[in-house]
C-alpha cells in the first residue's frame, strides 16, 4: 500500500502503481504496491566529488538507478557531498555540464 501519511510505505526511486486514491487523504497519493518511476525522456549524466581528489558518475534515464546512485553518494559523504549534473574528469574533480 503506497498511502504514506502516518502508514503505508515509499521506496525511494519508485512510485505508486495504483489508481485508487488513499481513503481520506487528499492527496495523490493511491493504493497499490510500488513500482518503477518512469524513466527521463534523455539520459543524465551526474557527478559525484566524493573526495577531495576522488569522484564518479553516472549516465542514466532510469529514475530508480538515478535515486539509488545518489544515495549512495550522499551516504558517504554527508554533509558534504557534491552532487552536480557533468562527469568525472581525468584529474578526480567533477566537471560542471554548463
Do not use: K
Not at 549524466?45 to 549516465?59: K, N
Request: glycine letters at 12%.
Amino acid at each position: 500500500m503506497y498511502c504514506g501519511t502516518y502508514g503505508g510505505t515509499f521506496i525511494n526511486g519508485m512510485a505508486p502503481s495504483g489508481t485508487e486514491p488513499c481513503a481520506g487523504d487528499g492527496s495523490p497519493r493511491t493504493v497499490g504496491p510500488c513500482g518503477p518511476a518512469p524513466t527521463l525522456p534523455e539520459p543524465v549524466t551526474a557527478c559525484c566529488q566524493a573526495m577531495a581528489d576522488s569522484c564518479h558518475d553516472i549516465t542514466t534515464s532510469d529514475n530508480t538507478e538515478l535515486t539509488n546512485w545518489y544515495s549512495r553518494c550522499a551516504n558517504q559523504m554527508y554533509p558534504s557531498m557534491r552532487i552536480l549534473v557533468g562527469t568525472c574528469g581525468a584529474d578526480g574533480h567533477c566537471i560542471p555540464a554548463h
